[in-house]
């Protein structure tokens, strides 16, 4: 279920390792292909192709190539691993900061025009791994700026012999305006890239979300055409079987395997009528009604409903109100939220043991009313965590699926109101489902408690 710690929203996450590796793979290609122009460019226009006026310039130049060449078969090879994608993606955008840090220094130092190139690698980086690969980009770019400014001031590093002198400031007051000019550019791209790809990591979600829902819906319309079409045809039959059942078993006569397989046929049954309600609930929602609802009255209401059912009637499963005896008020849909707290126990008396209980508990905490159901089942695994508000997705053999799609979707058509649903797993000792209300204060508009919906009193018999 999943509110903090884990709501009923998709993975915002940036990316996965396939499509981290996807746009890596890109930018490696693209990189070399635009690093050969760039350094060919340098080499042949800015140096002049000269390789005997500008051996050492142009030696740096080609051995930046060469360096690029072979760090791009470094890349392919972690790439082709599948491994540390993330890490490599890092190293690249501190590497890519290095190479325009060679084309800076043989074309100008603090004056070149190459700097710029310090704020392409922010945007690289914002591409590959959002805004901390933006962040990164800038930090590193202009610390390796400011090392080679602080070289040439130092006279730690000095210019290329074969160039000129006065193509280079070398002094610190000299390098002021161009540290200044360099350090704002690179911060403000690296600021518009980080957020243009957090802006496009939110989209990216919603739009997903959108996605999930618009399949969702049309999943839902194709399920209710067909659960109006069944419900008629089947709950008239099943009526038929349940009141026939109960008249033959009443009958003189009966041997008790023969009341016994009366038992069973009017149990199956119910538990068949039990899921074409569902399907109708899931496949025809209905707008909540909110109002001051005392949900502390409402879930002693579906304990006492529960415990007549066989499991608990009879001592198998034992259900137990733990919450306070007084009136608690949130705002929700009464009907709908007694139907979410039914689905839940109903689902933890299907997943706990015999000799085991499930227990329903209010708490308030600020301006929020917690309602608890705590099972003392299997737990549920890591990978059925995200799934098992899907509809027909069940870990049980005999399981629809359908009672817990029930439950988040009328938790999200709650959603204005302030509800959520989380589930807190203690794996191998239980799980308990926590439905989160905005708290009422005042009495209630009318009592919650009254007049149970014959959906939720006529499967009080059901649960198994």
């Not at 198998?316 to 039914?342: F, I, K, S």
Request: hydrophobic share 45%; charged share 20%; with cysteine.
């Amino acid at each position: 279920m999943l509110a903090e710690p884990s709501r009923i929203e998709p993975d915002l996450g940036f990316e996965s390792d396939e499509r981290l590796a996807s746009r890596l793979s890109w930018m490696t290609g693209l990189r070399l292909g635009f690093l050969t122009l760039l350094l060919v460019a340098t080499a042949f226009f800015y140096l002049r192709g000269a390789l005997g006026v500008y051996p050492q310039s142009q030696g740096i130049v080609f051995a930046t190539i060469g360096a690029a060449f072979a760090l791009a078969a470094v890349y392919a090879t972690v790439l082709r691993s599948g491994k540390h994608l993330r890490r490599l993606a890092e190293v690249q955008i501190v590497l890519d900061q290095l190479t325009w840090t060679a084309i800076v220094y043989v074309s100008g130092g603090a004056t070149s025009g190459a700097t710029s190139f310090y704020g392409l690698t922010c945007l690289v980086g914002a591409i590959l791994i959002g805004l901390r690969g933006a962040a990164l980009a800038g930090i590193s770019g202009f610390g390796i700026f400011v090392v080679l400014c602080a070289g040439f001031a130092t006279d730690t590093i000095r210019p290329p012999r074969d160039q000129g002198a006065a193509n280079y400031i070398v002094s610190w007051d000299g390098m002021v305006y161009p540290l200044a000019v360099s350090a704002l550019g690179i911060v403000v791209v690296a600021l518009l890239a980080g957020y243009l790809a957090e802006r496009l990591r939110r989209t990216g979600g919603a739009l997903a979300e959108a996605n999930d829902r618009a399949l969702a819906a049309e999943r839902l319309a194709l399920l209710g055409r067909i659960a109006a079409g069944l419900a008629h045809e089947i709950r008239n039959p099943l009526g038929s079987i349940q009141g026939s059942i109960e008249m033959l078993r009443e009958a003189p006569g009966l041997s008790e395997d023969d009341r016994r397989l009366c038992d069973i046929v009017h149990r199956e049954a119910g538990r068949l009528n039990h899921l074409v309600s569902d399907m109708m609930d899931l496949a025809s929602p209905k707008k909540p009604e909110p109002e001051r609802v005392d949900v502390a009255a409402l879930a002693r209401e579906v304990v006492a409903l529960a415990s007549l059912s066989e499991r608990s009637g009879s001592g198998d499963v034992a259900v137990h109100y733990g919450g306070p005896e007084g009136a608690v008020y949130a705002r929700c849909d009464p009907a709908q939220m007694r139907q979410v707290l039914w689905n839940l126990v109903r689902n933890g008396v299907q997943a706990t043991g015999a000799g085991t209980s499930v227990t329903v508990s209010i708490a308030t905490a600020g301006e929020r009313v917690e309602m608890a159901v705590r099972d003392e089942g299997p737990g549920i695994a890591p990978d059925a965590a995200q799934k098992i508000f899907d509809a027909f997705y069940t870990t049980r053999a005999g399981g629809a699926g359908i009672g817990l799609a029930v439950v988040r979707r009328i938790i999200e058509d709650h959603r204005a109101l302030g509800a959520s649903i989380e589930v807190r797993d203690g794996t191998g000792s239980g799980a308990t489902f926590v439905v989160g209300l905005a708290r009422a204060n005042g009495p209630a508009k009318k009592d919650a408690d009254r007049d149970p919906p014959v959906a939720v009193a006529a499967n009080a018999g059901s649960l198994r």
